[in-house]
């Protein structure tokens, strides 16, 4: 298994910053792409952006511009910085991953808990 242990929610003024944070651990043997995704309450869970083991970045079009998905490969760590926040932006943030274990070599994807961010005057 692939435990993903999120941090840096919170809340944040309209137009303020938070950065997420995202550490994998468990028997990895490779990380394949790592992202963010996001529900809001009613809603349907969307994907914010993803990162390939590579670099390559995608992101969903209410957050380009704003929103910048990093990763660390040494750390098994993805990033989310966040700015120009805004009140629609409002979710619990979700990190994810597609993984190999060491004693599995069919890749397989994973959620982690959640991190609740709130962008509120």
């Known amino acids: 298994q692939v435990q993903l242990v999120e941090s840096g929610g919170g809340l944040v003024q309209p137009g303020g910053s938070l950065r997420l944070s995202c550490a994998a651990s468990?028997?990895?043997?490779?990380?394949?792409?790592m992202g963010w995704a996001r529900q809001a309450p009613g809603e349907q869970r969307e994907l914010v952006a993803d990162?390939?083991?590579?670099?390559?970045?995608n992101y969903r079009d209410s957050v380009k511009g704003r929103f910048t998905i990093s990763r660390d490969n040494d750390k098994n760590t993805v990033y989310l910085q966040m700015n120009s926040l805004k009140p629609e932006d409002t979710a619990v943030y979700y990190c994810?991953?597609?993984?190999?274990?060491?004693?599995?070599?069919?890749?397989?994807?994973?959620w982690g808990q959640g991190t609740q961010v709130t962008v509120s005057s």
């Open positions: 994810l991953c597609s993984a190999t274990l060491t004693s599995n070599p069919a890749p397989a994807h994973y």
């Open positions: 468990g028997r990895i043997f490779s990380i394949d792409d």
């Open positions: 990162i390939t083991s590579s670099g390559r970045t």
